[in-house]
């Protein structure tokens, strides 16, 4: 069954860097959005097929994304 991880990407300079909120240890970098996409999703497919031959548990994806609006 499929999981659902919410990730951060945030720009740094002139490239981008993505993060786990519920994974710490998945980190990536890329100079496009698209392509620091694609290393966070293999960063988590990675780490969770690392956990699994450890016989250690996944963490469950818990966190949630969402914006909020305030006066500029």
Request: some cysteine; proline content about 10%.
């Amino acid at each position: 069954m499929p999981m659902r991880y919410a990730i951060v990407i945030e720009a740094a300079g002139d490239n981008y860097s993505a993060y786990v909120p519920d994974s710490p240890a998945c980190i990536a970098t890329g100079s496009t959005l698209k392509e620091t996409e694609e290393p966070i999703r293999e960063a988590i497919g990675f780490h969770l097929e690392s956990l699994r031959a450890d016989d250690l548990p996944i963490p469950p994806a818990v966190s949630r994304v969402d914006y909020v609006e305030v006066a500029a």
